[in-house]
């Protein structure tokens, strides 16, 4: 199984066997993880495998969901960094389902802070994984989301390849399944747009464009398996609209 056909089978696993991995498969997540070229330039990201025992150590609060392993991800705190940030770590989640691992978002997380050092790098978001206790893999009409008709616009007929990754992106997964994103595809762009909440804390917004960059992940992974050349754009034209239920945030173009 690839990247690609991993979107159509995963799900959030939340119950785990507390087993060790074999060190090989735990390598080949973080070779995978740090092969991943970024959304955007000039962003430094870290990633750190804990395992559960390691876990207080670093997280202080709740933790939902119990697993063996956790990966997490620490990131420059720049322009577009939760975006960057969603977009690679739901790449590695799909790398774990396609190698028959369970994984599971942990959005509310508090890290612990460290008075000896100051973190260069701010902590974004982490998976728990580890070997699932139920089944992993659902297919992707069980899956919960919203109709296509109210995620996306089709401005005009667009080709097969564009229509697959519209399809792909509506099933990405997102914090309490909130799926903020909007898509207007008018012939070879793709814009993309972020729901506007009836809350105004800074958290849930941040969580919405790690959502946000989720879902490029599933655009541009579809757009790698079809072989399409795509560039991320931001369209001023566009970012200067006042649009009442949506804010812009970045555009597709593919060639
Ligand atoms: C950024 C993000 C944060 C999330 N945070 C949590 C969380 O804290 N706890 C949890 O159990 N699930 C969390 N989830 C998982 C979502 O609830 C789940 O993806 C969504 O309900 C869709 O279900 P599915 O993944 O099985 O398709 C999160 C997902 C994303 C993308």
Same mark, same amino acid.
């Given at each position: 199984m690839?990247?690609?056909?991993a979107i159509f089978v995963r799900k959030t696993v939340r119950r785990?066997?507390?087993?060790? #991995?074999?060190q090989s498969l735990l390598d080949s997540i973080l070779g995978f993880a740090q092969s991943m070229p970024m959304?955007?330039?000039?962003?430094?990201?870290?990633?750190?495998? #804990?395992?559960?025992?390691?876990?207080?150590?670093?997280?202080?609060?709740a933790l939902t969901t119990k697993a063996p392993y956790y990966f997490v991800l620490y990131s420059e705190n720049k322009q577009g960094y939760q975006m960057n940030a969603g977009y690679l770590i739901q790449q590695v989640s799909l790398y774990m389902t396609a190698k028959g691992l369970g994984s599971c978002y942990l959005g509310m997380l508090k890290p612990k802070?460290?008075?000896?050092?100051?973190?260069?790098?701010?902590?974004?978001?982490? #998976? %728990?994984?580890?070997? %699932?206790?139920?089944? &992993?893999?659902?297919?992707a009409d069980k899956a919960k989301r919203l109709p296509m008709d109210d995620v996306a616009i089709f401005k005009n007929e667009v080709n097969k390849n564009i229509k697959a990754m519209v399809?792909?992106?509506? #099933?990405?997964?997102?914090?309490?399944?909130?799926?903020?994103?909007?898509?207007?595809?008018y012939d070879n762009r793709i814009h993309i747009f972020c729901k506007k909440g009836i809350f105004l804390s800074d958290v849930l917004n941040e969580v919405k464009l790690i959502d946000i960059g989720v879902c490029l992940a599933h655009l541009l992974v579809t757009a790698e398996e079809l072989w399409v050349d795509v560039k991320t754009?931001?369209?001023?034209? &566009?970012?200067? &609209?006042?649009f009442k239920k949506n804010d812009y945030v970045i555009s597709l173009k593919m060639y």
């Amino acid at each position: 199984m690839n990247l690609y056909e991993a979107i159509f089978v995963r799900k959030t696993v939340r119950r785990y066997k507390m087993v060790p #991995l074999d060190q090989s498969l735990l390598d080949s997540i973080l070779g995978f993880a740090q092969s991943m070229p970024m959304l955007f330039q000039d962003i430094t990201v870290n990633y750190k495998l #804990l395992e559960h025992s390691d876990f207080k150590k670093y997280f202080s609060g709740a933790l939902t969901t119990k697993a063996p392993y956790y990966f997490v991800l620490y990131s420059e705190n720049k322009q577009g960094y939760q975006m960057n940030a969603g977009y690679l770590i739901q790449q590695v989640s799909l790398y774990m389902t396609a190698k028959g691992l369970g994984s599971c978002y942990l959005g509310m997380l508090k890290p612990k802070k460290n008075k000896a050092e100051k973190p260069k790098l701010d902590y974004v978001i982490t #998976l %728990a994984f580890g070997e %699932a206790e139920h089944e &992993i893999y659902r297919s992707a009409d069980k899956a919960k989301r919203l109709p296509m008709d109210d995620v996306a616009i089709f401005k005009n007929e667009v080709n097969k390849n564009i229509k697959a990754m519209v399809q792909a992106a509506r #099933l990405s997964p997102s914090s309490m399944n909130s799926q903020p994103w909007r898509l207007v595809v008018y012939d070879n762009r793709i814009h993309i747009f972020c729901k506007k909440g009836i809350f105004l804390s800074d958290v849930l917004n941040e969580v919405k464009l790690i959502d946000i960059g989720v879902c490029l992940a599933h655009l541009l992974v579809t757009a790698e398996e079809l072989w399409v050349d795509v560039k991320t754009v931001h369209l001023d034209n &566009i970012s200067n &609209i006042s649009f009442k239920k949506n804010d812009y945030v970045i555009s597709l173009k593919m060639y």
